[in-house]
């Protein structure tokens, strides 16, 4: 699976958008790239993921450049629950499973 | 509808003594996961189930064993717990390229 780069922090006004950036310059035609989150010490929460085209559900925005090399994970009007570690994820199609390779992610902090 | 549940929420071990982390979901999923979590750090695979009757290794089998009780249920036993292995575990399940869903962990402190 192909490896990914995230920046460790990036910080964000409550009410604007958080974009957050993630280089996976050596990913395959069928690894598809996902976005989880990690609120506190609970369990990992999927927000998105998308192959080639940008994809948006109620939650966020995925940006994936025309080479795949990158992405951008937007969370459109941050709140201050959206504080947590965002961990971009490069994952092969396999035939019956998918395996995750987290990183150490983005820590996200979302201030008043 | 629970999801994924994990018991217990918390542990302490002594060293050398064993125990096994129980995990099920209720969603039907082909596929299930053990991770850890070491402080400030990621998520890292200890095993995976990818279907019932299949499991493999992931990044850090060792000291670890599983087993897939059915399509329900997948569990995780430490036979002789260590320090090394304080730390917070958790159970997923998932579809084939779909989302996974994980559980709210179990720590564990092994003294």
């Given amino acids: ?112 | 509808n629970a999801g994924v549940t994990q018991t217990p929420k918390f542990q302490v071990l002594k060293t050398g003594q064993s125990m096994t982390l129980q995990c099920a979901q209720d969603m039907n999923h082909n596929s299930m996961y053990w991770y850890r979590q070491d402080p400030g750090m990621g998520l890292r695979l200890i095993y995976y189930s990818a279907s019932e009757g299949t499991t493999d290794k992931g990044e850090v089998p060792n000291g670890y064993n599983v087993s897939r009780l059915n399509k329900r249920e997948f569990s995780l036993r430490l036979e002789s717990a260590a320090p090394s292995q304080t730390s917070v575990y958790f159970c997923a399940s998932s579809e084939f390229r779909g989302e996974a869903f994980f559980g709210q962990g179990t720590r564990l402190t092994v003294v």
């Fill in chain 1, 1 to 112: 699976d192909a490896k990914t780069t995230q920046p460790p922090s990036m910080d964000c006004a409550e009410g604007r958008a958080a974009n957050l950036p993630c280089n996976h310059s050596t990913i395959s035609g069928n690894e598809y790239v996902y976005w989880y989150r990690q609120i506190h010490s609970q369990g990992p929460q999927y927000i998105i993921h998308g192959l080639k085209n940008n994809e948006t559900n109620e939650m966020a925005s995925l940006i994936i450049t025309e080479d795949r090399k990158s992405s951008t994970l937007i969370l459109p009007h941050a709140t201050l629950r959206d504080t947590a570690v965002y961990y971009c994820i490069v994952s092969r199609v396999n035939t019956g499973f998918q395996k995750l390779v987290f990183g150490t992610g983005t820590r996200l902090l979302v201030s008043p």
